[in-house]
Structures are given as structure tokens and as C-alpha cells.
């Protein structure tokens, strides 16, 4: 064979392969380069685990450390939970340590009050990060009368207290504020302590509760 037709022949036959070859240019030369161990196939990137883009240059920790945040979200591989859960997969209900029956001790310096009486804490069926408490100085007797509706209140992420933001539970111009704090350490002997105060013909009573779990 005429050695001077063998290269161009050769030159020609090189480009012909490689043209019909997306992600191979000219003398082997990649055409479409895919980072992080990706590889290319018909001129597209394949990507590893984690990675993804047109050439695989974005790196998602999510994905690629297997994050499932049962209620919230993944962000540069940590869960942002949802309204009302916390823990590092978001399945920890917040407000679930607070809900139970107890009984209590109240006190209320300037009111004759009763103990004895048991108080429920419920979840809010509308507000995930909610609860409900019922029996929270709730006794008509009282010189100023209790609340006869339940006591909202917002349990706390990643937190063992939980906040009772002023209001009016039977709208009547009677009001409370206060917070709680749960102490579980104790399995067999879990205590809730309660500070609020109630507004009532500007009077001012401030009380606390130590309860107890049943």
C-alpha cells in the first residue's frame, strides 16, 4: 500500500469513527468531560450517587448520604423538620412528652384554691405544634371564675417547655400567659411544672402548678 495514501486514509477514518462517537473527540480526546467519577454516554454525563448537573459538578449530601427527613425537608444533607417535629430525621413529635392526664397542685397567692383536680393535655387536631390543656384553673368557685374552654399552648422544638401565648379562652375579657417545663428523667416519675399568669378587671394573679403524670 502507497504509504502517502495510508496516513490521510487513516487521518480520515479516525475522524469518521470519532464524529460518530458523542463524547470522543478528535485522537481520543474527550469531548464531554463528567466530573466526580461520572461518565459520559451518548454525549450526556451518567453520575454517581450524590452528584448530579451536566457535568456532574453539583454534589447533593442528601442523596448522597441516604438523609430521610420523615416530616421536614433536606438541606445540604440536614433535615429542616416541619411544623410541630424535631430530631435529626424530623419523626420526633414535639408536643407527644407534654400529652397525658395529671394531678396537680396550684397556687395562687390571693386565691383560694383547690387542688386535687386532674388536668389533660390533648393534641391540637388543627396545629401539629399545639396542645391542649383542660382543668387549668378552671373552677367556677374561685373568686374570679376559671376558664372553662381549653388553655392553647405551643410546644416548644427541641425543647422541654412549652409557651402559653396571652389569650382569652372564653373570650369574656379574662386572660393567660405563661409557660411549662416537663421533667422525664424519671420515667416512672414524670413532673410538669407550670408558671402563668391570669388578667382579669385589671387584677393581676400570677399561680403555679406542680403536677404530676397518672
Known amino acids: 500500500m502507497n504509504f502517502r495514501l495510508f496516513l490521510p486514509l487513516t487521518f480520515l477514518f479516525l475522524l469518521a469513527t470519532t464524529a460518530c462517537n458523542e463524547c470522543i473527540g478528535p485522537f481520543g480526546k474527550e469531548k464531554v468531560v463528567c466530573n466526580n467519577g461520572g461518565t459520559c454516554n451518548d454525549g450526556q454525563c451518567d453520575c454517581l450517587k450524590g452528584y448530579f448537573g451536566d457535568r456532574c459538578e453539583i454534589l447533593d449530601l442528601c442523596e448522597l448520604n441516604d438523609v430521610d427527613c420523615v416530616q421536614g425537608n433536606c438541606e445540604d444533607g440536614i433535615c429542616y423538620c416541619g411544623v410541630g417535629y424535631e430530631g435529626a430525621d424530623c419523626s420526633v413529635e414535639s408536643r407527644a412528652k407534654f400529652i397525658s392526664s395529671y394531678l396537680f397542685i396550684e397556687r395562687c397567692p390571693g386565691l383560694d384554691t383547690v387542688n386535687g383536680y386532674t388536668m389533660v393535655i390533648t393534641r391540637d387536631p388543627l396545629d401539629q405544634g399545639r396542645i391542649d390543656i383542660t382543668n387549668l384553673f378552671n373552677f ?35 386572660s393567660i400567659s405563661g409557660s411549662g417545663l416537663i421533667n422525664d428523667t424519671d420515667t416512672n416519675n414524670i413532673r410538669l411544672e407550670i408558671d402563668f399568669t391570669i388578667s382579669n378587671s385589671g387584677k393581676e394573679y400570677t399561680c403555679t402548678i406542680d403536677a404530676d403524670r397518672i
Open 140 to 174: 367556677g368557685h374561685f373568686p374570679i371564675n376559671g376558664f372553662f374552654s381549653a388553655i392553647s399552648a405551643v410546644a416548644n422544638k427541641n425543647s422541654k417547655t412549652f409557651t402559653i401565648p396571652t389569650q382569652d379562652p372564653d373570650d369574656n375579657g379574662k
